[in-house]
């Protein structure tokens, strides 16, 4: 048996083990059911074949490859590994040292034998990054449920969706919020108060009128003095806002958006043509676009855009953004995702 120190491999490190012909939907599938943010690709005597990353996966998304596609063309054949014999002080530099949130374990066989996580081996980072919540909207298209309650306090498990929200971001770092709020927004200030429930900061942007999903920021004062995440109220999902603002950072953007793919498949077979020359068929093909997920990080310059008070909503933000040559970047995410629009969308989340 591996030297290892059991104390230092996360326990159920074997759910993240997949075959070299796994299709991108399960490599997807793994990543969501183990949350390590990694897919070991192994043989089937657990010799180590390679990994997939987040960013693996994110990228590939970013190339339009299908949900039934291989994973072979985005393993990474060459991960960094460790030996079962290292120990804490050196697996805690060697990660750090290369930036590497998951480090599999392999023996003189390279056979994998274990893995290692970042956040299991340090405590979370404590971010100062303001986080703004849209929770202002009226929620017509959920009516009757809102006729008395503000969309963002709809109940999901037991708790309303800005809870959830609020739990998630804390979790990862996060302390200081700003709720934008209009539509029976006394209920929210009474209901999350100043924070102090959860160990937070919270503070709030009272809108006077529906200013949409980005108009609320030109309310802000004083303006943010690092990049921020504004996340809208109704979005359910497990997305990571420590990892989208580090990928936003990284890249040195000005605005980044979380998108997720969407397909939609033809109910028809399509005929290709030029004229009246038939010049290929297609099946029911799929098309698949990216949607916008309501998860945004913005430099604080992006609110030059704005002026104070006025209707916004964050696509033309970014059409802004985008005409002033400034950099605005997706983050494809893959993690469980639900917009609470419809009613329909709050069943669908309740259940799930």
């Known amino acids: 048996m591996p030297n290892i120190d059991e104390s230092l491999t996360t326990e159920s490190w074997g759910k993240a083990i997949l075959p070299v012909k796994a299709t991108l939907q399960q490599a997807i599938s793994k990543l969501d059911e183990t949350a390590f943010q990694i897919v070991i690709v192994t043989a089937p005597d657990r010799t180590l074949l390679g990994t997939l990353t987040d960013g693996d996966i994110r990228r590939g998304l970013l190339r339009s490859m299908g949900m039934d596609d291989s994973i072979e063309p985005i393993i990474n054949r060459e991960p960094l590994v460790a030996p079962p014999s290292l120990g804490r002080e050196s697996v805690l530099q060697l990660m750090q040292a290369n930036r590497v949130h998951q480090l599999p374990i392999v023996d003189e066989n390279r056979h994998v034998v274990g893995l290692y996580l970042l956040d299991e081996l340090i405590e979370p980072v404590q971010h100062s990054n303001l986080m703004i919540i849209m929770a202002g909207g009226q929620g017509t298209r959920l009516r009757p449920h809102t006729k008395n309650c503000p969309k963002a306090m709809l109940l999901i498990n037991g708790k309303p969706m800005l809870e959830h929200i609020i739990e998630s971001a804390k979790a990862e770092g996060f302390q200081r919020f700003i709720l934008a709020v209009h539509y029976l927004g006394n209920m929210i200030e009474e209901y999350c108060g100043d924070g102090r429930r959860w160990n937070v900061q919270i503070d709030y942007l009272r809108e006077e009128s529906p200013l949409g999903t980005a108009g609320g920021l030109s309310l802000l004062n004083p303006r943010p003095e690092t990049p921020f995440i504004v996340s809208n109220a109704d979005v359910i ?82 059409s802004r953004l985008q005409g002033s040559d400034a950099q605005t970047i997706v983050y494809p995410i893959h993690e469980p995702w639900i917009d609470v629009g419809r009613i329909d969308d709050l069943k669908r989340a309740q259940s799930e």
């Open 237 to 318: 999902s497990s997305i990571g806002y420590d990892d989208i603002l580090n990928y936003h950072c990284s890249h040195g953007a000005s605005a980044t958006m979380a998108v997720r793919v969407h397909e939609w498949q033809h109910p028809f077979g399509v005929v290709r043509t030029q004229g009246v020359k038939i010049v290929g068929f297609e099946e029911k093909p799929i098309v698949r676009n990216h949607i916008n997920a309501g998860v945004y990080v913005l430099n604080p310059d992006a609110l030059d855009t704005l002026k104070t008070g006025e209707h916004c909503d964050m696509p033309t933000l970014f």
